[in-house]
């Protein structure tokens, strides 16, 4: 996986822009999954192109048959997910993640088998970064996000609104930080972590790889890979809920 000190790991972001965006040039996109957070993403969307038309956003693409040529709060859904492959010049993000199923995100993207060039980074304009900030590609930060000083977000990663990373916080790949999380200087949200809406986490403290925060806890200690914590303070429950063979 990319990380501090690949070759790959992204550039400083401002504003909207990633780091494949030629300024000036409307790009087709596409978002794959046709749920709540793909919805979410297409209003940020629709905010950055309000602030500079960056995006032609063609549509959704989902699995479900039931959805297609079906139009989802106003986005067409135009396909299955494999049908990417129909679309060469389109840049993508991967919309999806609930918290039965947050592998998703990486499990369609082994499947659909892109290159890091392929995939766009939607930040909306409401989003307050610091220039030492960064995002990796293919990561969406929504409205009123807070990055403030030398904060690394890796790839594919979703931030919802209103939460917080303050000074040093890294989040790697995959992770999901649901809406009102908040990070204290110098945390480590490892690959693929899920932390649920108005999770809190002391300063220095490190989240294990694919590990799972219920809503609301209050972590005061580092979290093991893999695990379930919940309460305040947060404690060890159980597994977390990951489908079998999903590291594969």
């Given at each position: ?12 972001l ?10 000036g040039v409307?790009e ?12 979410e ?7 950055v ?7 032609d956003?063609?549509?959704?693409l ?22 990417v ?11 999806t ?26 930040v ?5 970064m ?23 977000v ?42 649920g ?5 002391r ?33 060890d429950i159980?597994p977390?809920?990951l ?6």
């Amino acid at each position: 996986m990319k990380g501090p000190g690949s070759g790959n790991w992204p550039v400083r972001l401002r504003l909207h822009l990633h780091r494949w965006h030629t300024v000036g040039v409307v790009e087709q996109l596409l978002l794959i999954g046709a749920g709540g957070f793909a919805r979410e993403t297409a209003e940020a969307v629709r905010a950055v192109n309000a602030t500079e038309n960056t995006w032609d956003l063609l549509g959704f693409l989902d699995d479900d048959p039931a959805l297609l040529g079906v139009r989802v709060g106003d986005v067409p859904v135009v396909g299955p997910i494999d049908a990417v492959h129909e679309h060469p010049d389109a840049m993508v993000v991967l919309c999806t993640g609930r918290p039965d199923n947050y592998v998703s995100r990486r499990l369609i993207a082994h499947r659909i088998d892109l290159p890091d060039h392929r995939y766009a980074t939607i930040v909306h304009p409401d989003v307050s970064m610091g220039s030492t900030a960064s995002v990796g590609v293919g990561s969406v930060l929504l409205a009123q996000v807070v990055l403030t000083a030398d904060v690394r977000v890796g790839r594919h990663v979703a931030v919802m609104p209103q939460t917080v990373l303050t000074h040093d916080v890294l989040v790697q790949d995959w992770a999901t930080l649901a809406s009102g999380v908040r990070l204290g200087g110098g945390v480590t949200i490892s690959e693929g972590a899920y932390l649920g809406s108005a999770v809190s986490v002391r300063e220095g403290c490190t989240i294990g790889a694919w590990s799972m925060i219920g809503m609301g806890s209050v972590v005061t200690r580092d979290v093991p890979p893999e695990r379930l914590w919940f309460g305040a303070p947060a404690r060890d429950i159980s597994p977390a809920p990951l489908p079998i063979g999903h590291l594969a």
